[in-house]
Structure formats: structure tokens, C-alpha cells
């Protein structure tokens, strides 16, 4: 299709942190505001979810502070309905751990056929050893899901895999259990809950090698704050691919977080040889913060990737995967398992889509081996319903020969809602 990429362009504020502001903010006491924050559909689930338990969150809008009336711990009122989690694994996880200690409530949340769909308990299990009542389909493994809230009591909790929403939910059930708890991971992932409850007031040490060891002793009330939420790493990550790959370009995305749990795909570019610059670093309440110079370059080296970074880079395979189609030589990524039950199975949904195109894909249990440096060319693209699928194809298709047509593109409008006119505004035709 072709069109270099040249400008500035600003990406939304983090989804990770969106969600987490919101959910601190109405468990803590007084008035949370937050600036920047996510305004798109997995967001507005949360926002949702918290005002079915009485939560008042004034309503969410580009370029608006969002002003959010804290209840306190054990202020949440029993819905009346269904809460309905949408396409949203951060909401569902994050609220289930909120709520096991709301004690005699009862909840039952659901949401739409992917999340429905989206392994649970992993949650549940960790949930119930601090004496949780979670239930749903499938021995509690799948949504809906019923919760009655219960007095907690604190453990000592390994997890199986990395993951920020299985830690996170722990640490959410830790603020209202009876002693202290413990997290124990295999490797760190994103630690925006350790930072924010931390500032919230939470009474919270992270200690072990690497960040893996987590406590939470319960007790102290969160206070609200003033919270600035970064642009999301994971949205710039398609216009850091698509600038070091489309001939011509050039860009600079601005306001970008930098939290060094997040900063893989840098890494993994700056492997590749890709002309990247990190500019105006600064710390902004509490995360560290960037604006990032991206210039094209000719003869990228193609990459290996495997379990030890997938932690600091998870969102980003699809976009990387992209990457690879355009370097000559063979990539690999390995120890990716965890992509197979992402909104969609990332893994099979980009081998099946980039093999549609003309790329030399193969897919194994734990990830895709990818020889790169054959021309792509368009055709009839699906993002299978996948907002991170979306953005990868419409770089991918940039580089294709001929048109393509993408069903189910608007997907992104749940990280990213103006991907698409970004993307327009800063294409330059040949
Ligand atoms: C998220 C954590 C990651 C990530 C997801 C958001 C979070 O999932 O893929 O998009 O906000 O905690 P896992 O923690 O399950 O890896």
C-alpha cells in the first residue's frame, strides 16, 4: 500500500494504569483525580463496573480530569446487576481480587464471548487459599463468575506465571485480609500496582531479586491522590515498529512511559539495530516518563526472544511478529504460551493473518519462527476481533504491495480509539 510515516503523535494514556487508578481511587478514602487517563473501551468497563457498586466517577472523556469519590476498603454497595466486564481480562481479574473481601456481598460478573472464554482461575485458585468464594463454568474456571465476599486471611502465594493481573488481584484481596500476604513471582512483571498502592499509602514491600517478592500488610487506609497517567508503551509500540520499518519515515512520540517493566520492545529494537533515541526523560508521579525519536533504517537484523524478557514486552508480539515479516533472516519468538489466551490466541491469530499475506510463518505451542525479508502483498484481513491484531495488520498491510481490507479493524477502539486517524494523519503518500 506504502506511505512513509512522518510527524508527532501523542498515544493515549496507559491501560494499565487507567484501570488501576480508577480501581485505587474508589477504595480509597476522599477524592482521586486523574489526569490523562485511557478514555477507551476497557477503561469505561472498569468505570462501569465500580459505579454498579456505587462508586460516583465523573464521566470519562478525552482531555477531561476524571474526578472519582473514594468509598474506603469495604464501601462497595452489592450491584443490583450483572457487572459486565466487556472485553476486559485487567478488569475482571483486578475487580475479583476487590472483591473476595467485601464480606456478604455477592457479585457476579460476566463479559463479552472472548473474555467468556479467558482462563479464570488463576485467579480464583490464589483467591480462594486466602478463603475467597469464587465459583463459575467450568469448575470456576470461565466467567460468569460468582463471588461472596468473605473474611481473608493473609498467605504466602507463588504464582505460576508472571502476570500483573494474577499479582495485582492478590495484592487487591491482601488491602482486606487478616495478617499479611505475600506474592511470590517467577520472574517481575508491570509493577504499576506495587507503585501506585505504595502512593495510595498502602503499607507495601517489594523486596527478592528482581521485584518478585511482594507484601502487603492490611491495616492502613488509601488516601486519595492526584494521579497523571503516561502514554501506553503498548500503543507506541506499533508507530515504534512502523517508523524503524517503512522507508522515509520519521517520528517522535511524545509522553511515552518508560517503567522498565514495560521497556522490552526498546530493547528488542535496539538489538535489531533500529534508529531509536530516548528524549526529555522525567519522572511524572511516580513513573518514569519519555518522548521517543524513531528513524528509519534499512537492513534490520532479524531477533530472538524468549520467556526472560516475554514478561516486559507480552502486548507487544503481534506488533514484533510484524517486525520480523521485514527483516531478512529467520526471528524467533519463544516462551510466549501466555499470548494463546490473550483476547484472541495471538500466536495462531498473526501466524494465520501475516500467512494470508505472503509471510513464512511457522507456529509452535510456545510461539512463531518467522523468515523474513519476502515481499508481503494485501488481501482480506481480520483482526479476529483483537485490538493489538488490528494495529500489527494495518502496520503490516502499510508494507504489503497492493490494497487490503481488514474486518473487525475497529477492535483497537479498545486501547487505542484514534489509532486510525493517527495513522491517516501521519501518512504521507508516495
Ligand atoms: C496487564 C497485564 C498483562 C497484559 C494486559 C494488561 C495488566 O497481562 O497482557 O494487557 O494491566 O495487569 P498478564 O498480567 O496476564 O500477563
Not at 465523573?58 to 476524571?66: A, L, N, R, T
Not at 461472596?148 to 502465594?157: E, S
Not at 498473526?350 to 519476502?374: F, S, W, Y
Request: charged content about 25%.
Amino acid at each position: 500500500m506504502g506511505g512513509k510515516l512522518n510527524g508527532k503523535v501523542k498515544v493515549p494514556g496507559d491501560k494499565s494504569i487507567s484501570h488501576r487508578a480508577l480501581l485505587f481511587g474508589a477504595i480509597a478514602e476522599g477524592k482521586t483525580t486523574i489526569e490523562g487517563i485511557l478514555p477507551s473501551e476497557d477503561p469505561l468497563s472498569t468505570a462501569e463496573c465500580l459505579r454498579a457498586m456505587g462508586v460516583k466517577i465523573s464521566p470519562i472523556k478525552k482531555g477531561e480530569i476524571v474526578e472519582i469519590d473514594g468509598v474506603g476498603l469495604n464501601g462497595l454497595k452489592e450491584p443490583e446487576e450483572i457487572l459486565n466486564c466487556g472485553n476486559s481480562g485487567t478488569t475482571m481479574r483486578l475487580i475479583l481480587g476487590l472483591l473476595a473481601g467485601q464480606k456478604n456481598h455477592h457479585f457476579i460478573l460476566t463479559g463479552d464471548k472472548s473474555l467468556r472464554n479467558r482462563p479464570m482461575k488463576r485467579i480464583g485458585q490464589p483467591l480462594t487459599l486466602m478463603g475467597a468464594k469464587v465459583s463459575g463454568r467450568s469448575h470456576g474456571n470461565y466467567a460468569p463468575l460468582s463471588v461472596t465476599g468473605n473474611i481473608l486471611r493473609g498467605a504466602v502465594i507463588g504464582t505460576p506465571v508472571a502476570s500483573a493481573q494474577i499479582k495485582s488481584a492478590i495484592l487487591l484481596a491482601a488491602l482486606n485480609a487478616e495478617g499479611s500476604t505475600t506474592v511470590i513471582e517467577p520472574a517481575q512483571s508491570r509493577d504499576h500496582s506495587e507503585r501506585m498502592l505504595k502512593a495510595f499509602g498502602a503499607d507495601l514491600e517489594v523486596g527478592g531479586e528482581m521485584g518478585r517478592h511482594i507484601t502487603v500488610h492490611p491495616g492502613k487506609t488509601l488516601k486519595g491522590q492526584s494521579i497523571v497517567v503516561p502514554g501506553d508503551i503498548s500503543s507506541a509500540a506499533f508507530w515504534l515498529v512502523a517508523g524503524s520499518i517503512i522507508p522515509g519515515s520519521e517520528l517522535i512520540i511524545e509522553n511515552v512511559g518508560l517503567n522498565p517493566t514495560r521497556t522490552g520492545i526498546i530493547d528488542v529494537l535496539k538489538r535489531m539495530e533500529a534508529n531509536i533515541k530516548l528524549i526529555n526523560i522525567r519522572d511524572v508521579a511516580g513513573e518514569p516518563v519519555g518522548d521517543i525519536q524513531v528513524i528509519y533504517k534499512k537492513n534490520l537484523k532479524p531477533f530472538e526472544i524468549n520467556e526472560e524478557i516475554m514478561p516486559r514486552l507480552v502486548d507487544e508480539v503481534p506488533i514484533l511478529s510484524v517486525a520480523a515479516c521485514f527483516c531478512k533472516g529467520i526471528s524467533k519468538i519463544q516462551g510466549a504460551k501466555e499470548l494463546r489466551i490473550k483476547e484472541t490466541d495471538r500466536l495462531e491469530v498473526m501466524a494465520r493473518q501475516l500467512t494470508k499475506m505472503g509471510a513464512k510463518v511457522d507456529e509452535h505451542p510456545d510461539g512463531l519462527t518467522i523468515c523474513g525479508g519476502n515481499d508481503l502483498h494485501g488481501c482480506e484481513l481480520d483482526s479476529e476481533t483483537d485490538h493489538r491484531v488490528a494495529m500489527s495488520l494495518a502496520i503490516a498491510s502499510i508494507m504489503a504491495t497492493g490494497n487490503s481490507t481488514m474486518q473487525n479493524s475497529n477492535a483497537s477502539a479498545v486501547s487505542y480509539p484514534e489509532f486510525w486517524d493517527d495513522l491517516e494523519r501521519l501518512r504521507k503518500r508516495k
